[in-house]
């Protein structure tokens, strides 16, 4: 009995059995996608400064507005109400591209450096960009349930008026 030895695992090869490999094209499809991303982050953080200047100019828009066409139904929301909605597109338009600017510095320094941290990081940009407009098409997609539902009851309704 003195010739018998426990056999222990070594720690490091638990681990490398859970592991998760990335092959040559893995790694130049992430690399690619940072790419991709890169540019379209860039694209959309241009389109929310451009969108949060036009909310700055909404006075000026509506003054010139009321001059043309006196009876617009756009004057009554008025320029602050109008500046505020713009101001809330260019943040809906900024935060899925930092997203996806984070996502691509993550994923580039991942590839090059071999990183398992920030490609953990830049999973997780990813999956809340996901997230993000994942919510959002739900909301509007709620929205335009409401609006149908709406529309069909104003159109029973005016039909039961008219007749």
């Known amino acids: 009995?003195?010739?018998?030895?426990?056999?222990?695992?070594?720690?490091?090869?638990e681990e490398e059995t859970g592991a998760l490999w990335i092959t040559?094209?893995?790694?130049?499809?992430?690399?690619e996608t940072a790419k991709w991303t890169k540019f379209l982050s860039v694209v959309g953080f241009v389109f929310s400064?451009?969108?949060?200047i036009t909310a700055f100019?909404?006075?000026a828009f509506l003054t010139s507005l009321a001059t043309v066409s006196?009876?617009?139904?756009?004057?009554?929301?008025?320029?602050?109400?109008?500046t505020i909605l713009y101001l809330l597109i260019a943040l809906i338009?900024?935060?899925?591209?930092?997203l996806l600017f984070k996502f691509s510095t993550s994923a580039t320094q991942a590839i090059l450096y071999a990183d398992e941290a920030s490609l953990s990081i830049a999973m997780s940009?990813?999956?809340?960009?996901f997230k993000f407009w994942g919510i959002?098409?739900?909301?509007?997609?709620?929205?335009?349930?409401?609006?149908?539902?709406?529309?069909?009851?104003?159109g029973l309704g005016a039909s039961g008026i008219a007749r």
């Open 93 to 98: 338009q900024f935060y899925p591209s930092f």
């Open 125 to 129: 940009k990813l999956k809340s960009f």
């Open 70 to 82: 006196p009876g617009n139904p756009l004057l009554k929301m008025g320029s602050a109400a109008i």
């Open 49 to 52: 400064a451009l969108t949060a």
């Open 136 to 154: 959002l098409t739900m909301i509007f997609i709620g929205f335009y349930i409401m609006v149908l539902l709406s529309a069909i009851v104003i």
């Open 24 to 31: 040559e094209d893995v790694r130049s499809y992430v690399y």
């Open 57 to 59: 100019g909404a006075s």
């Open 1 to 13: 009995m003195s010739d018998f030895e426990e056999i222990k695992q070594n720690p490091e090869e």
